[in-house]
Every structure is written in C-alpha cells, then in structure tokens.
C-alpha cells in the first residue's frame, strides 16, 4: 500500500517538474535547480555504498567525471542522443564501480577512501592527456536544438534531471527495503560477522559500488550540455566529492531521505550563497554545517527527527 | 546416521609469515558429537577455527564437511552447508534490535531460506529459547555482557547449523551464567546440532564435551575423552610446564 503511494509521488514529481517548465520561465530557476537535482542523483549513489555499505567513497568526482567524458566522447564521435549518453555514462561509471568493489578485498576504512581519492587524481590525468575530449584547455558542447515539448534546452535539462533524481531515489528505496538493503546493512556493522552469517559479502559488495558508480555516472552525463564547456578541472572538481559526502551526512545515511534532505538544504544554501555573497563561500558553508552536524547530531536530520518523536512518544 | 564423520580436517597448517600457527593438525568430529576443544593461550585454537569456517585459508591441507571437501569455499557458502561460529568477542550488529540481528542468517543462512517469509517470527521463537525474547526490540548496544553471549549463541542458531562452533562463549561470565550457557549449548546438542566447544575453563569443558583435542604451539598434542586428557602427561606439561 505505502510502495503504491510512493510510486505515485514519484510519477507526480516527474509530471510537476515537467509542468513547471509550461509555467515558469527565468532561466537561472533552472540553472539553479539543475545543480541540487545533480547532487540529489550524486548524494543519493554515494550513500548507497557510504551509508548502506559503510565505504567511504572520496572519488564521486572520478565517477561524476567519467559520466561526462564519456558522453564528450560520444557526441564528438557519433553525435549520440542524450537518453543513450546517459545510459553509457552510466554503464561506464558502473564499470569503474565493478572495479572499485574488487578493491574492497584489500582495502578497507580509510585505505579504501585513500584508493578512491587517488583514482580520480589518476583520471583526471589521463583525461588532461587524452587531446580528442580537449585535453587540459576544455572542449566547447553545442547543445541540440531545443527538444520536442520544450522551449529552450536548459528546461529540458531539468525535465530529465528531475526524472533521474526520482531515479536514483527510487533505486535507493528499493536495495534499502529489499533483502540486499539488510545484506548491506550487516557488512556496514560488521563485516566478518555478516559473512559469517552466511551474507556473500564480496557479491554485495561489488553491487554496491556498481550501483553506486552507475548512478553517478547518470549523474554526470548531461553535464556537457549543461556548461557547454567542460575542462578537467571542473567535471573533476573535488567539490563533488566533498558535497556528495556531506549531504548524507547531514541530512542520515540510513534511509533513502537523508541524502534528499541533505542536498536541497545544502544545495540551497550554496546557491543562495553564490548568488548574494561569492561563490567561493560554497565549501566554507559545506565544511562548518558538517562540523556542526557531526558534532551535535551525528545521525544527521532523519536521526534527529526519530530521536526527537521517539522522546514524544515516550 | 551417528558415527558418521561430520568434519574431517586433515593436516591443516596455516603460517603467518615466518610463523607456524598451525602444524598438521588433523580433526575428526562425528556427527552429533560434543567435542572440546583447549589448549593454553596462543596454541592456534581460533585459527584453527578461522580456518575450518573459512574466516582464514589453510595453507596446507583439506577439510571436508558431511563429506564434501570445503578447502576452498568462502565463508558464507560454509555457513550455509552448516558450519556456524560464534565469535569470541561479540560482534553484533550495532545498528540492528537484536530480533533483527537474528533476521540475518535467517534470510541469508538457513538452508531453507527465503526472502519473502516471515522471518520475525521465527527470530523470536530462538530468542525465546535462548531467553532474551524480552529484549528482542532493543539496540544491541544496550545488551550486558551475559545478554550479549547470548545473542552470538541465538544468532548462530538462526544460521540453522549442523556444526556449532562456540569459541569462548564462556569466558568473563560468572559461574551461574556458565551453567546457563552450558544448558543452552546441552539442549542444543539434544536436538541433533554437533557442537565443537573453545574454552579456557576446564570445569565446563570437561562436563560437556564426549571428546577433547588439546592444541599446544599450533600442534596437536592430545585426544581422547576427558578422563584421559586429564592423566595425559603432555598436555599437563602444556599447561604447566616441567
């Protein structure tokens, strides 16, 4: 009964996002909002591996990244459709995440944090060296005519970012609930006890990082169209790491909400934030909400607001 | 069918660098029977079980389980043909009630799992049995030492085990809590489940187990019923010293 509801809300999203694109028009509204739908799909497939798993994952921006090279490629090499950029951005990602879950073998904790930082350093090396998707000068996007049903193309980005949000939402919802979510869950508290109890936690494992790495990549291949411009600095900007991992932090790892919650505040606040005041002031307010919540409120707003009708209730 | 070999650990050795933990150790345990399992601190006891649950590989030798040779099989799969361990520190599932600790192996250990039944109700049935159904809703963090024993033991029920390894679930209890302990893993043993016991005191192995292998510096140095271990000259020099 509450899964029909909430496939409802997810089906309203969609047409309400769609609907606003008939209504209102100013531009920056959908600039703007791009960016937290972004770091909704962005915080939503981290914490699937950071707060479901328990890997912290420093290299969202490797994955993020590699959505949008790949879909740089593909526009240069065949002039491909979005809808097809977004599904190999996230095949592509998704194989990195394939080979990130081997590595959790070996590493673990910080080790396995330290080994994802240092692969987006490598392919943000590589990209700066591959001159076909620019280089390190950054290549010029043409966006495509504006699409059936939509007056100009920054809408229509918008339209497709809300879908993908609800997506990744959806996707999370669903391994959270499901028999996997628990697996999860187990290997998070404690890992040599779940395989003792009979979860395959290498399988699980790899699943997460995939899933995760899809998602990001998804993320991550529309970006092109969005600036028009890509250099390697910014599609590899550890702003997305550092966002990515913050939100869920603030808003619960442990339900699909918290990463929501986590991004349209904090989204939010750093577009206010660049608008009024500089846009330099985006990773200070990221750097002291996070200190704060991690000191008075570690289970960020979804644990706080349990704690909180918990003590009600009782 | 009693009497038949359950595990047949055969002249398994594990190095850790330049160290031998273990040296040819070779273990029978029959189906249905109480073994004991001791020897003096760093004698290989928990690697040897690290080895036959699949935590660690051996580097030498072969295990076989209900006749089926495991050497190579991950942990989970062992878990899942039905050897199951419980840790010498508790490790529970900190953000799990302790109903829902037990709705792990349930789902992914029992041989007739599922992922559609109820398994709730069936957690609480073990708990019952073991007696902390009363804290079955709460956070394992607010468990004492002796609740806590008994969750290790009441999750690795849940596993559905033919082979129940309890490593040390005894230690640091008080002598009442031992008898509880030792009454769970008795009636455990009655309903058909092989237990292989690790512990440090003597008072509860001797009671329990129908046949003792005593380890020393990763060597197997005896075996035999508790009467015998007890008059072996060897394992009281193990023990003792000259």
Request: aromatic fraction near 8%.
């Amino acid at each position: 009964m509450k899964n029909k509801w909430l496939l409802a809300l997810a089906i309203v999203i969609v047409l309400l996002g769609f609907a606003l694109t008939r209504v209102v028009k100013n531009p920056y509204l959908y600039f703007a909002s791009y960016v937290i739908l972004q770091y909704i799909v962005l915080a939503t497939a981290w914490n699937i591996l950071g707060g479901y798993t328990g890997y912290v994952n420093f290299g969202t921006a490797a994955f993020f990244a590699l959505g949008a090279y790949t879909s740089i490629f593909l526009i240069k090499a065949f002039a491909a459709p979005l809808p097809l950029l977004i599904l190999a951005g996230g095949l592509v990602s998704g194989l990195l995440g394939l080979g990130i879950g081997y590595l959790t073998l070996r590493l673990r904790g910080v080790f396995f944090a330290i080994a994802t930082l240092a692969l987006a350093v490598v392919l943000q090396t590589m990209v700066i060296n591959w001159q076909y998707v620019g280089g390190a000068k950054g290549i010029n996007i043409i966006r495509p005519r504006a699409v059936l049903f939509f007056t100009s193309y920054v809408e229509f980005l918008f339209a497709v970012m809300v879908l993908l949000a609800v997506v990744a939402v959806a996707v999370a919802w669903w391994i959270e609930h499901s028999w996997i979510g628990r697996g999860l869950a187990a290997i998070r508290d404690n890992e040599e006890a779940a395989e003792c109890m009979g979860v395959p936690t290498l399988k699980l494992k790899v699943f997460a990082t995939t899933v995760s790495g899809f998602l990001m990549g998804v993320a991550g291949a529309p970006f092109p169209y969005y600036l028009t411009f890509v250099e390697p600095s910014s599609a590899f900007n550890l702003d997305y790491g550092v966002n990515s991992l913050a939100m869920p932090m603030i808003g619960g790892t442990t339900t699909w909400m918290g990463p929501v919650i986590g991004a349209v505040l904090l989204g939010t606040a750093q577009q206010v934030a660049t608008v009024t005041i500089s846009s330099a002031l985006n990773l200070l307010i990221v750097g002291v909400v996070l200190v704060g919540f991690v000191i008075l409120a570690p289970e960020g707003i979804v644990g706080l607001a349990k704690r909180l009708m918990r003590r009600r209730s009782a | 069918m009693p009497g038949l070999m359950l595990l047949d650990a055969q002249s398994v050795t594990k190095r850790f660098g330049g160290f031998n933990a273990l040296t040819k150790v070779s273990l029978q345990v029959k189906e249905g029977e109480r073994f004991g399992l001791i020897g003096p601190n760093g004698s290989g006891k928990t690697t040897l079980i690290n080895c036959i649950s699949g935590a660690l590989r051996n580097d030498g030798g072969r295990i076989f389980f209900g006749g089926k040779e495991i050497t190579n099989a991950p942990a989970h799969q062992r878990t899942r043909l039905g050897i199951v361990r419980s840790f010498q520190i508790p490790k529970p599932f900190t953000s799990m009630t302790v109903l829902e600790n037990l709705c792990i192996p349930l789902e992914y250990a029992a041989p007739a799992r599922s992922h559609t039944a109820d398994v709730a109700a069936e957690a609480m049935e073990i708990l019952q049995a073991i007696g902390i159904d009363s804290k079955a809703n709460v956070l394992t963090t607010g468990l004492t030492q002796i609740e806590m024993r008994k969750l290790e033991l009441a999750r690795a029920m849940a596993a559905k085990p033919k082979l129940l390894i309890s490593d040390e679930a005894m230690a640091g209890l008080s002598s009442a809590e031992v008898d509880d302990v030792l009454t769970i893993l008795f009636r455990l043993n009655e309903h058909g489940i092989t237990v292989i016991m690790i512990e440090h005191i003597m008072r509860a192995v001797m009671r329990f187990s129908e046949r003792i292998a005593v380890l020393d510096a990763g060597e197997k140095i005896a075996e035999g019923t508790p009467e015998e271990i007890m008059r072996n000259k060897e394992v009281e020099r193990a023990y003792l010293g000259e």
